[in-house]
């Protein structure tokens, strides 16, 4: 097996090993708890932007490791109905920032039930 080959396995067993799928809950989870603080109006006004940037984190960190996996898989990704699943979400979430539809981003809590 030639280092290329050690490499690209290590790379695939590191999107798709247990540490991943660990960080991927732990922003899920993250974000569901910062949806619901900022449905606390007093708590959204005086943490409002420090909530909305957490919130923002989130979606930047788990973007980042599906365009990773996308990357790594490429048009294997498209296979994988978990994966599919997970850039669905994810493009929601962005297309909801961007035309303010904040009735999207609670369906990043799905993500925890995969």
Same mark, same amino acid.
């Given at each position: 097996?030639?280092?290329?080959?050690?490499?690209?396995?290590?790379?695939?067993?590191?999107?798709?090993?247990?540490?991943?799928?660990? =960080? =991927?809950?732990?922003?899920?989870?993250?974000?569901?708890?910062?949806?619901?603080?900022?449905?606390? =109006?007093?708590?959204?006004?005086?943490?409002?932007?420090?909530?909305?940037?957490?919130?923002?984190?989130?979606?930047?960190?788990?973007?980042?490791?599906?365009?990773?996996?996308?990357?790594?898989?490429?048009?294997?990704?498209?296979?994988?109905?978990?994966?599919?699943?997970?850039?669905?979400?994810?493009?929601?979430?962005?297309?909801?920032?961007?035309?303010?539809?904040?009735?999207?981003?609670?369906?990043?809590?799905?993500?925890?039930?995969?």
């Amino acid at each position: 097996m030639t280092s290329k080959n050690i490499t690209l396995k290590k790379v695939e067993h590191f999107l798709h090993g247990h540490f991943m799928h660990g =960080v =991927v809950v732990f922003f899920v989870a993250l974000n569901a708890v910062i949806l619901g603080l900022k449905t606390n =109006v007093d708590l959204y006004m005086s943490f409002g932007k420090m909530l909305d940037f957490i919130d923002i984190s989130t979606v930047i960190v788990l973007a980042t490791v599906v365009y990773a996996r996308w990357l790594q898989l490429g048009s294997g990704f498209l296979k994988s109905n978990w994966h599919v699943f997970d850039a669905l979400i994810v493009t929601l979430s962005i297309v909801g920032y961007f035309f303010n539809f904040e009735f999207l981003q609670p369906f990043r809590i799905l993500m925890l039930f995969r």
